[in-house]
Every structure is written in structure tokens, then in C-alpha cells.
């Protein structure tokens, strides 16, 4: 496992279950444009948090229990291998 996954992962599990676009390109080793578009074109499950105060812009985040999930599933289906 590399060394700066371990922030997300304690005991074995998930320890955040939103992350910030960024912070999961530099885990998972690609640019964050790269993420973006995997997340407009739905291949990233996606939390949208819509602020009060109109004007402001929605702020997505990766879904990393929904992630973690659909991979699950596919694995159990093997159609990923691990």
C-alpha cells in the first residue's frame, strides 16, 4: 500500500467517507482535471454539498463509501480483478 494511503484507511476500513477531488487525484496518482472528468462523466460516484447562501457554487466530492462498494460488487461479479 503506498505510504500516503494510509490516511484514508484506519484498522482496515475507511476512515473518511468524502474526499476532495484533489486529494484523490494525488492518491490515486492522476491529474485533477483527469478526476474532474471522470466525475462529470459518471464514473465516479459523487457527493454534491449544495451551500445556504444562494450564489455560491455547489462543492463536489468522490464518494469513497459508494466507491468502495461499487468495487466490491464487481469484484463479487468478477468483472474487476483485484
Do not use: W
Request: a positive charge.
Amino acid at each position: 500500500m503506498k505510504k500516503d494511503m494510509i490516511s484514508i484507511f484506519k484498522d482496515g476500513c475507511l476512515a473518511v467517507p468524502l474526499m476532495r477531488p484533489s486529494e484523490y487525484a494525488r492518491h490515486v496518482g492522476v491529474t485533477p482535471a483527469a478526476v474532474a472528468g471522470q466525475m462529470d462523466r459518471g464514473e465516479l460516484p459523487v457527493f454534491t454539498l449544495t451551500p445556504p447562501a444562494p450564489g455560491k457554487r455547489p462543492t463536489r466530492y468522490i464518494n469513497l463509501v459508494a466507491l468502495y462498494e461499487l468495487c466490491k460488487d464487481l469484484a463479487d461479479e468478477g468483472r474487476v480483478v483485484a
